[in-house]
């Protein structure tokens, strides 16, 4: 049973109903460590149901985990909101794209690769290159090729951009850098050389057929953003450009977005994620509300302190988020 607002604002804290109560967008969301930001997030998306300033049919709440992205329903339904869609970026693309495939593409839809290593293997004969296919050397070359298809680089540029971009591979051979990159270059333009000839795509190929649908038909475009009117993006902090780019065509001119992340935790850069989209966010919407959870929730004072203490020899804490304080008791002192 869907509970009221006041019931849903309850088990706050000041600055998590601060979040909460912050019902329209943009907003903006600076949220720690252990600071409770699925709560809060989850909970101003409950509350501005309960007090009818957004339709929970129509929001899309996105994440970057399966797993994340399920907590977020579990905790929805226990507000009393059951009908949020919350999904990962691909997830969310891949669905929309299965969807309109017949009307966009015409056929039938591609099969979807769950993992590279397979062809990325037979890539490395089809390109008659001397790399050993160990497990290691499969996810350094994958990695490589989601990092460059993120930021839409093609096999043909993928050496230049991977020089410019300080990139370094490791793999079981005693080539220079430049020749590994090389050789991966060669290896990624057989992989998509292969796809193609399987009629299969991977999860960044539903991210970019996504993007150039949305682009390119207006029609869809127009229906997609019918059907979400209202985002909330958590660990926001680690969108990739590509993401990004897909975010802005299902939003539109709209103003009606809530981001929540932490610079000082992005953790996947290397795999082209970009801190700039959350500490930038003001700039793109001067109007956006602007909150920070600084309150610690998961860890002792010890831990949370020295945290706090690196962050400021590495100077981070200006821009990439306030000091945290910690809500629990006294611990042990960490060990190094």
């Given at each position: 049973?869907?509970l009221?607002?006041e019931?849903?604002?309850?088990?706050?804290d000041?600055e998590?109903?601060?979040v909460a109560l912050?019902?329209?967008?943009?907003?903006?969301?600076?949220?720690g460590?252990?600071?409770g930001k699925?709560?809060?997030?989850?909970?101003?998306?409950?509350?501005?149901a309960?007090?009818?300033?957004?339709?929970p049919?129509?929001?899309?709440a996105?994440?970057?985990?399966a797993?994340?992205?399920?907590?977020?329903?579990?905790?929805l339904?226990?507000?009393?909101?059951?009908?949020?869609?919350?999904?990962?970026?691909?997830?969310a693309?891949?669905?929309?794209?299965?969807?309109?495939?017949?009307?966009a593409?015409g056929?039938?839809?591609?099969?979807?690769?769950t993992?590279?290593?397979?062809?990325?293997g037979?890539?490395?004969?089809?390109?008659?290159l001397?790399?050993?296919?160990?497990?290691?050397?499969?996810r350094?070359?994958?990695?490589?090729?989601?990092?460059?298809?993120?930021l839409?680089?093609?096999?043909?540029?993928?050496?230049e951009?991977a020089?410019?971009n300080?990139?370094?591979v490791r793999?079981?051979?005693?080539k220079?850098?430049?020749?590994?990159?090389?050789?991966?270059?060669q290896?990624?333009?057989?992989?998509e050389s292969?796809?193609?000839?399987?009629?299969?795509?991977?999860?960044e190929?539903?991210?970019l057929?996504?993007?150039?649908m949305l682009?390119?038909?207006?029609?869809?475009?127009?229906r997609?953003?019918?059907?979400?009117?209202?985002?909330?993006?958590?660990e926001?902090?680690?969108?990739?450009?590509?993401q990004q780019r897909?975010?802005?065509?299902?939003?539109?001119?709209?103003?009606?977005?809530?981001?929540?992340?932490?610079?000082?935790?992005?953790i996947?850069?290397?795999?082209?994620?970009?801190?700039?989209?959350l500490?930038?966010?003001?700039?793109?919407?001067?109007?956006?509300?602007?909150?920070?959870?600084s309150?610690?929730?998961?860890?002792?004072?010890?831990?949370?302190?020295?945290?706090?203490?690196?962050?400021?020899?590495?100077?981070?804490?200006?821009?990439?988020?306030?000091?945290?304080?910690?809500?629990?008791?006294?611990g042990?002192?960490?060990l190094?």
């Amino acid at each position: 049973m869907a509970l009221n607002s006041e019931e849903i604002l309850a088990s706050l804290d000041d600055e998590q109903r601060a979040v909460a109560l912050a019902s329209r967008g943009p907003v903006c969301v600076i949220a720690g460590a252990g600071t409770g930001k699925t709560r809060a997030i989850t909970h101003r998306i409950a509350y501005a149901a309960a007090i009818g300033t957004m339709d929970p049919s129509k929001v899309l709440a996105l994440t970057f985990t399966a797993r994340a992205a399920g907590e977020m329903r579990a905790r929805l339904r226990v507000l009393g909101i059951a009908n949020v869609a919350a999904r990962t970026f691909h997830s969310a693309a891949l669905k929309q794209l299965l969807y309109f495939w017949p009307y966009a593409f015409g056929g039938q839809f591609p099969k979807l690769l769950t993992t590279k290593s397979g062809f990325i293997g037979q890539a490395i004969t089809r390109a008659e290159l001397a790399i050993p296919a160990q497990v290691n050397s499969l996810r350094e070359i994958a990695g490589e090729i989601e990092w460059a298809k993120v930021l839409e680089i093609s096999p043909d540029n993928y050496q230049e951009q991977a020089i410019a971009n300080s990139r370094s591979v490791r793999l079981p051979n005693n080539k220079s850098q430049n020749e590994n990159l090389a050789m991966i270059s060669q290896v990624y333009e057989a992989y998509e050389s292969l796809k193609r000839q399987e009629r299969c795509l991977d999860f960044e190929d539903a991210l970019l057929l996504t993007v150039g649908m949305l682009e390119e038909d207006r029609a869809v475009r127009e229906r997609v953003r019918d059907q979400y009117r209202y985002f909330t993006v958590d660990e926001y902090q680690d969108v990739s450009p590509l993401q990004q780019r897909l975010l802005n065509l299902w939003l539109g001119n709209r103003e009606e977005i809530c981001v929540v992340g932490d610079a000082a935790q992005t953790i996947y850069s290397f795999a082209g994620a970009s801190s700039n989209f959350l500490l930038n966010f003001k700039n793109r919407f001067p109007n956006a509300q602007s909150f920070r959870l600084s309150r610690g929730y998961r860890s002792t004072p010890e831990i949370i302190n020295t945290a706090n203490q690196i962050l400021r020899t590495a100077n981070l804490v200006s821009d990439h988020g306030s000091e945290l304080q910690s809500a629990n008791t006294h611990g042990d002192k960490p060990l190094v």
